[in-house]
Nanobody, 124 residues
Framework: QVQLQESGPGLVKPSQTLSLTCTVS??????????WSWIRQPPGKGLEWMGV???????GYSPSLKSRTSISRDTSKNQFSLQLSSVTPEDTAVYYC????????????????WGQGTQVTVSS
């Protein structure tokens, strides 16, 4: 059974960098052909895909967030991380990590495992 767990600060000041980590258990983040995404949900809004790091270490980002987003991984800890820079109150959301299958680098199938989500509030 694969489990994902988000961790990080729940409060970030405007203009700072938001950093979150997703710890994966029950499966390796380097196993073909899985991709590991960050997804967020602002209050009262729908889910927003932010970016992905695939089993081979390649990454992809939402065009609207690309300039502020970085996703990396630590294979020794079976973790992947999100950094979102220059945050504003509009970045307040519940942040999720999730797993999806990829084929030829493209998403295939649904997100089959999710973390429980972590609330991040951007406020001074």
């Amino acid at each position: 059974q694969v489990q994902l767990q988000e961790s990080g600060p729940g409060l970030v000041k405007p203009s700072q960098t938001l950093s979150l980590t997703c710890t994966v258990s029950g499966g390796s983040i380097t196993t073909s052909y899985y991709a590991w995404s960050w997804i967020r949900q602002p209050p009262g809004k729908g889910l927003e895909w932010m970016g992905v790091i695939r089993y081979d270490g390649s990454t992809g980002y939402s065009p609207s967030l690309k300039s502020r987003t970085s996703i990396s991984r630590d294979t020794s800890k079976n973790q992947f991380s999100l950094q979102l820079s220059s945050v504003t109150p509009e970045d307040t959301a519940v942040y999720y990590c999730a797993r999806r299958t990829v084929v030829d680098g493209l998403p295939a199938g649904v997100y089959d495992y999710w973390g429980q989500g972590t609330q991040v509030t951007v406020s001074s």
